[in-house]
């Protein structure tokens, strides 16, 4: 079975603090996504990554910034976290051209204090 | 840019009966995918069926069917013999064709079924 792996299920943060989300899937997949979801907005896209190392910014990629050092791990950074990035956030995984085969994470609950 | 709206927030179903959701996109593309996606209280999004644009026959899997309506853009979700775990939030997302595989989502319908 796949997995797409988030590290925290929940995480409490203060104001200011930087912020790693950390995703990990076992399955050799190019694409790689970082959503988060507020109720009433849906799902909207920070950012995703194709590739070791390439990223490309998704509908709110302000306050966030990524790492791909390896295909396995999609980081999400929150340089400053700031009470507006209270959110659910979703980690999502699928290989090149199989969108039928996206698979998503638990989410990570991540409440900013 | 595409969007996608899912004008129900909220639906509720006798179990057993049938319901649908309602979904309509906007693009200019012609070629595009279009999904339904299932969120359970487990939080884990599970694809329930997909659609191609080009293939006018609606797509069908167990008892969730769509009916797609291209020329109107949308893209309904029917849940015949709706059962208890079928309760969840259930989303609404559109790929174009080409390019990056992001998906575009909905804002979501919270189904809940009655016993």
């Known amino acids: 079975d796949v997995k797409v792996t988030q590290s925290s299920r929940y995480l409490v943060k203060r104001t200011g603090e930087k912020v790693f989300l950390e995703c990990v899937q076992d399955?050799?997949?190019?694409?790689m996504f970082w959503y988060r979801q507020d109720p009433g907005l849906g799902l909207r896209l920070i950012y995703f990554?194709?590739?070791?190392?390439?990223?490309e910014k998704g509908d709110i990629p302000e306050g966030y910034s990524v790492s791909r050092e390896k295909k396995e791990r999609f980081s999400l950074i929150l340089e400053s976290a700031s009470t507006n990035q209270t959110s659910m956030y979703l980690c999502?995984?699928?290989?090149?051209?199989?969108?039928?085969?996206?698979?998503f994470g638990s989410g990570t609950q991540l409440s900013v204090l | 840019a595409q969007t996608v709206t899912q004008s129900q927030p909220e639906m509720s179903v006798q179990e057993a009966e049938t319901v649908t959701l309602s979904c309509t996109y906007d693009?200019?593309?012609?070629?595009?995918?279009l999904f339904w996606y299932k969120q359970p209280p487990s939080r884990q999004m599970i694809l329930v069926i997909r659609?191609?644009?080009?293939?006018?026959q609606n797509a069908t899997e167990n008892r969730f069917s769509v009916n797609f309506q291209k020329a109107a853009k949308s893209f309904s979700l029917k849940i015949s013999d709706s059962q208890l775990g079928d309760a969840a939030m259930y989303f609404c997302?559109?790929?174009?064709?080409?390019?990056?595989?992001?998906?575009?989502f909905g804002k979501g319908t919270k189904l809940t079924v009655n016993p």
């Open positions: 990554s194709y590739d070791v190392k390439m990223k």
């Open positions: 693009t200019s593309e012609s070629d595009y995918y």
């Open positions: 999502a995984s699928s290989p090149i051209g199989q969108d039928e085969k996206l698979f």
């Open positions: 659609q191609e644009a080009y293939k006018q």
């Open positions: 399955m050799d997949h190019e694409n």
């Open positions: 997302a559109y790929r174009a064709q080409g390019g990056s595989e992001k998906l575009v």
